[in-house]
């Protein structure tokens, strides 16, 4: 992302310092995929790409952009298919398309064998509906961003999937401090989604992948548990899920 033109190698030593091993990256569009491409090149053992479509760039020439996708998944090393899922947030004049974008992108992870990384604001009524008729035995992947119910959690869980816990966890009136409470932590993967939702207390400033820190220390405060125990566990479920 541009955010990062100005310092992107020391925002990477920055999160190698507070003790970040692996940073897994996801595609938005085509407008990203080389810069994407050039930073896995140059940090190899460090950062691992997505390759997916986002939802809020889905527009009129989304079945070129999907061909972009299907491209880089052949002659390429992905970990997941991500970001992809439904934002009606932003806007809801491409809802069909991308609703079928996020079916055909489930296509293809089953093809590729790979875990899916769901994007959902306002979504989850139609992700929920999707997931619920594609749902077998080669899907899994994690729900990022998470910002719902305890009821949606359970759902989530249930079919195999990974809950991502970013920043959000932190600010004060989010709720999502209550639904963590309930979600077993081998259900939780740790996220940052910088440059966005930069935790509480670097909140409104950039965010960085160092800043999963302050994250690991919230769900230790909210679980009663070891940061060590949050970092070793969550750690874990991320190299299972996405087979680091």
Known sequence: MPEFDSDRDQVIINAQEHGVEKVLLPNVDKSTTEHLLNLVAKYPDFCFPMMGLHPTSVTGNYKEELKNVESWLDKGKFYAIGEIGIDLYWDKSFKTQ???????????????????????????????????????????????????????????????????????????????????????????????DSPYLAPVPKRGKRNESAFVLYVAQKIAEIKNISLEEVAQVTTYNAKQLFKL
């Open 98 to 192: 991308q609703e079928e974008v996020f079916r055909y992108q489930i296509d293809l992870a089953k093809k590729h064998n790979l875990p899916i990384v769901i994007h959902a604001r306002e979504s989850f009524d139609e992700i929920f509906g999707i997931m619920d008729e594609v749902m077998d035995e080669k899907l899994n992947g994690v729900f990022h961003a998470f910002t719902g119910s305890n009821n949606q959690a359970v759902k989530i869980i249930e079919w195999g999937f990974k809950i991502g816990i970013g920043g959000i966890v932190t600010f004060k009136n989010s709720g999502l401090d209550k639904v963590v409470n309930n979600i077993d932590i081998n259900n939780i993967v740790l996220e940052t």
